[in-house]
């Protein structure tokens, strides 16, 4: 496979090319010719919307598994040492169809967060009339020959005045376990909206698009060791492809690693903001994990002295 070519973000240092980028007057338009070297001729990615409850389920624990150990904010993050009272509630589970959390540890804490923002809150960010399998139908998976996930794209529909990323204030479960990694959640939620406001402004069509929910999110795209990188990129292409053939007229992303960058890049994806990691310290700072509150070593939101790229792509 020919790999993606580099992607370079600012540094800390280059506090010039923070917050919002220089947009062209026009958008382009996705180039799936220009994705044709780097699809992959071994593994296709599938829709998962007939996917059971414990499909859907090894996929989020396959997509936790990667976030954990290489998503640069979720990788250097600490969760509290003291489980929240909540996850033992009976009553909370019980709306989710589990009788217990599980073990308390960052992997086990990401599934749920997975959970909570793409499938299990989809009845309240979307219309009562929308199926809750919205998201099964848009987001993708990549299978090894014996049948088992070893990639997945989740993807969600993006409507105007409900970010994707934000928990529901109203569920006390959801909101406790999502403010595990509020610092994340913050983040990702000021550079969505920044984005948002300017691209209304700028792009009239992209405002109407936005109301007329034809604007698409592809959200979290992970891999398992047993995927190779250069074949992950199927499921960028591939979920660009679906998006465009359901009818979406735009997709964002907001790109914690330059991989997904040069992924977007490659198809015609324009930077609209930059979101540096380690400008300010915006996390607890502690050397040993702090009993109620999520912490990490240096105060910053990363180790790595990137940043998060929030893109969009144009599909008609």
């Known amino acids: 496979m020919i790999k993606l070519p580099l992607c370079h973000y600012p540094r800390a240092t280059d506090t010039h090319a923070h917050g919002l980028q220089q947009l062209p007057d026009e958008l382009p338009l996705l180039n799936l010719i220009s994705a044709k070297p780097f699809r992959s001729i071994t593994y296709s990615a599938i829709p998962i919307e007939t996917f059971s409850h414990e499909q859907v389920l090894e996929l989020i624990r396959v997509i936790a598994m990667s976030f954990v150990l290489n998503e640069p904010m979720n990788r250097h993050m600490v969760p509290c040492v003291n489980p929240p009272q909540v996850i033992d509630e009976s009553a909370c589970l019980n709306l989710y169809g589990e009788k217990s959390f599980g073990e308390w540890n960052k992997e086990n804490i990401f599934q749920w967060i997975i959970r909570l923002l793409v499938f299990d809150q989809l009845r309240d960010r979307l219309d009562r009339n929308v199926s809750d399998n919205f998201s099964k139908q848009l987001s993708l998976a990549v299978l090894d020959d014996y049948g088992k996930i070893i990639g997945g794209a989740l993807s969600i529909c993006f409507l105007a005045g ?155």
């Not at 053939?245 to 330059?258: C, P, R």
Request: hydrophobic residues 40%.
């Open 162 to 316: 409900s970010s994707g990323n934000a928990p529901d204030s109203e569920n006390l479960f959801s909101k406790v376990i999502i403010g595990v990694m509020q610092p994340i959640v913050d983040m990702l939620i000021n550079q969505e909206e920044a984005s948002i406001t300017v691209l209304c402004n700028q792009y009239p069509e992209f405002h109407k698009a936005l109301t007329k929910g034809k604007v698409g999110e592809l959200f979290m795209i992970a891999r398992s060791p047993f995927l190779p990188t250069e074949e992950t990129f199927e499921l960028v292409a591939a979920s660009l492809e679906r998006f465009r053939d359901l009818g979406y007229h735009y997709v964002l992303t907001a790109a914690a690693n330059q991989w997904t960058g040069a992924a977007f890049e490659t198809m015609g994806g324009v930077r609209v903001h930059f979101a540096p990691y380690r400008v300010k310290k915006t996390v607890k700072e502690s050397l040993d994990p702090l009993p109620d509150e999520t912490s990490t070593r240096d105060g910053f939101l990363s180790a790595k002295d990137s940043g998060c790229m929030f893109y969009i792509i144009r599909l008609k």
